[in-house]
């Protein structure tokens, strides 16, 4: 009798775990394409209007307790980056702002990342890219940086703090080595050097200081090697607002240029000089938008 009444529980136990199988692996990749509730606050670099970085601070204030933590590590004099950009978010009107540089030793400690708990905003400085990366990719910190973005926060940055945000990220470097005043003078295979930036944006490569230092070159090798990442080119005092329906709103003074190469038939000779044909441009101003979905401005 105490057999008969075991069977049909395990029978029920072995059907309710192939219903939570099948549950789960069906709805799996519905939850991997949940968008971050948060948004990318990207700035070209050059001067930054008053009125780009109210913007910001408005932002950090709808999400968590509405500080802003600035991370100037990119910087070559990050404590007086840090206190500087502190001084203006307060001024701004930010509830609270601080800073903290950290190096690669400090952001693998997992109470550090506890610093950045609830924060409204996160801001990088400009400076050298690579240098965040070399502190804090894969760490704790980077982590904690990608955990607020999902909860609602903004993330932001300038120059360096811009670039950073992809997932395949701009070095600044390039493999030929040119004369002074000579860099980037073509587009060709393999000459520029990237790394892994930080992933916030995995469709497109994020170029700064664009038209202003004449980038045109290196964003166009780039995307002929990835066709299937937009070239996005900011110019100094413009940023563009990602928004969590991946479109984004270009603000400031200059202008956002976009390259698209999906389309196009690309060839690289044995001299890696590359043809493009059929490349995408659009040049984008103050208040205009674009889907990073479905490739084109609203």
């Given at each position: 009798?105490?057999?008969?009444?075991?069977?049909?529980?395990?029978?029920?136990?072995?059907?309710?775990?192939?219903?939570?199988?099948?549950?789960?692996?069906?709805?799996?990749?519905?939850?991997?394409?949940?968008?971050?509730?948060?948004?990318?606050?990207?700035?070209?670099?050059?001067?930054?209007?008053?009125?780009?970085?109210?913007?910001?601070?408005?932002?950090?204030?709808?999400?968590?307790?509405?500080?802003?933590?600035?991370?100037p590590m990119a910087s070559a004099t990050p404590d007086e980056t840090g206190r500087h950009l502190v001084e203006e978010f307060l001024?701004?009107?930010?509830?609270?702002?601080?800073?903290?540089?950290?190096?690669?030793?400090?952001?693998?400690?997992?109470?550090?990342?506890?610093?950045?708990?609830?924060?409204?905003?996160?801001?990088?400085?400009?400076?050298?890219?690579?240098?965040?990366?070399?502190?804090?990719?894969?760490?704790?910190i980077h982590n904690m940086i990608k955990e607020l973005y999902q909860k609602g926060a903004v993330i932001g940055g300038t120059s360096?703090?811009?670039?950073?945000?992809?997932?395949?990220?701009?070095?600044?470097?390039?493999?030929?080595?040119?004369?002074?005043?000579?860099?980037?003078?073509?587009?060709?295979?393999?000459?520029?050097?990237?790394?892994?930036?930080?992933?916030?944006?995995?469709?497109?490569?994020?170029?700064?200081?664009?038209?202003?230092?004449?980038?045109?070159?290196?964003?166009?090798?780039?995307?002929?090697?990835?066709?299937?990442?937009?070239?996005?080119?900011?110019?100094?005092?413009?940023?563009?607002?990602?928004?969590?329906?991946?479109?984004?709103?270009?603000?400031?003074?200059?202008?956002?240029?976009?390259?698209?190469?999906?389309?196009?038939?690309?060839?690289?000779?044995?001299?890696?000089?590359?043809?493009?044909?059929?490349?995408?441009?659009?040049?984008?101003?103050?208040?205009?938008?674009?889907?990073?979905?479905?490739?084109?401005?609203?």
């Amino acid at each position: 009798m105490q057999q008969s009444k075991k069977l049909p529980t395990i029978k029920s136990l072995i059907g309710l775990i192939l219903i939570l199988v099948v549950f789960f692996s069906s709805s799996w990749p519905v939850l991997a394409q949940v968008r971050p509730r948060g948004y990318l606050f990207i700035i070209g670099g050059g001067v930054r209007p008053e009125s780009m970085m109210k913007r910001f601070v408005e932002l950090a204030t709808k999400s968590g307790s509405g500080r802003i933590v600035v991370l100037p590590m990119a910087s070559a004099t990050p404590d007086e980056t840090g206190r500087h950009l502190v001084e203006e978010f307060l001024q701004l009107g930010a509830k609270e702002a601080v800073y903290y540089n950290f190096n690669r030793r400090e952001a693998e400690k997992y109470p550090n990342a506890r610093l950045l708990a609830e924060s409204g905003g996160i801001f990088f400085s400009g400076g050298v890219q690579s240098r965040i990366t070399e502190a804090i990719l894969d760490t704790p910190i980077h982590n904690m940086i990608k955990e607020l973005y999902q909860k609602g926060a903004v993330i932001g940055g300038t120059s360096a703090g811009a670039a950073v945000m992809s997932e395949l990220m701009i070095t600044g470097d390039e493999a030929r080595k040119p004369e002074e005043g000579h860099e980037f003078e073509t587009i060709e295979s393999g000459n520029i050097i990237v790394s892994r930036g930080l992933g916030l944006i995995n469709s497109a490569v994020i170029d700064q200081h664009f038209a202003t230092r004449k980038r045109h070159n290196r964003l166009i090798s780039i995307i002929a090697g990835h066709p299937e990442l937009l070239g996005i080119g900011i110019d100094e005092s413009t940023a563009i607002i990602v928004y969590p329906d991946e479109t984004f709103e270009v603000i400031g003074s200059k202008n956002v240029i976009v390259y698209d190469a999906k389309k196009s038939k690309i060839e690289v000779r044995r001299d890696k000089a590359i043809s493009i044909r059929g490349l995408t441009m659009h040049v984008l101003l103050e208040g205009e938008r674009f889907d990073l979905k479905k490739r084109r401005p609203l």
